[in-house]
């Protein structure tokens, strides 16, 4: 029972925490959809998935220790969430020359984006590997550890599935898809701040 506590209490601290996933999952919510915000966040429970999978296999051990290939994953991350920014950073004005049509963010586009911020984020490799090496039980059973990841990954698809709700409803996101321009500069500039930081991550 203290295990399950544990594992319920630090997943839901680190879900809640601010990162690249909120910054991303509010963006397309407040500005696309509350359909593109809920799909961005199921695309971050899949990576979630991803991070427990490697992990119940042990391969989360060899890229916590493997110092170059903990780098590699660190730095994809890192220019995926820039070249993400950037983009938002390009946002015009409604009505501006230089402005081109919104292309619609397929149901495929935001999931695919939720999945790679979360799978290419290696302090989420460090949060779940060092989950289940130092809080789990090595006798603790197979199907009890899969259990624990399931819950993992839904309390991300959870948390997150809410913060979709909230920054697609309510009169409040339609004065901003006003100003959506600085809308989407400001998630962008959030993005390449997360990207620069993680290149500079260092595990401590």
Not at 122 to 148: C, E, H, N
Request: with cysteine.
């Amino acid at each position: 029972m203290a295990e399950l506590l544990a594992v319920i209490t630090i997943t839901l601290l680190a879900v809640i925490s601010p990162g690249p996933d909120f910054a991303l999952v509010s963006r397309n919510s407040l500005l696309r959809s509350r359909r593109a915000g809920a799909l961005t966040a199921l695309g971050i429970g899949l990576g979630v998935l991803v991070h427990v999978s490697y992990t119940l296999v042990g391969v989360g051990v060899l890229i916590q220790q493997s110092l170059w290939l903990f780098d590699a994953i660190r730095l994809a991350g890192a220019a995926y969430l820039i070249l993400l920014g950037v983009k938002m950073l390009r946002s015009q004005p409604a009505g501006t020359q230089a402005e081109a049509p919104d292309a619609p963010l397929s149901d495929a586009a935001a999931l695919r984006m939720g999945f790679f911020t979360n799978v290419l984020n290696p302090k989420t490799t460090v949060f779940i590997v060092s989950l289940f090496l130092q809080v789990v039980r090595p006798d603790t059973p197979l199907a009890v550890q899969v259990g624990y990841g399931a819950f993992i990954a839904s309390a991300h698809v959870a948390w997150f599935g809410l913060v979709a709700l909230c920054f697609s409803s309510g009169a409040v996101r339609q004065r901003l898809l006003a100003v959506r321009h600085w809308v989407d500069r400001s998630f962008g500039a959030l993005l390449v701040g997360f990207g620069c930081w993680l290149a500079l991550f260092r595990r401590g």
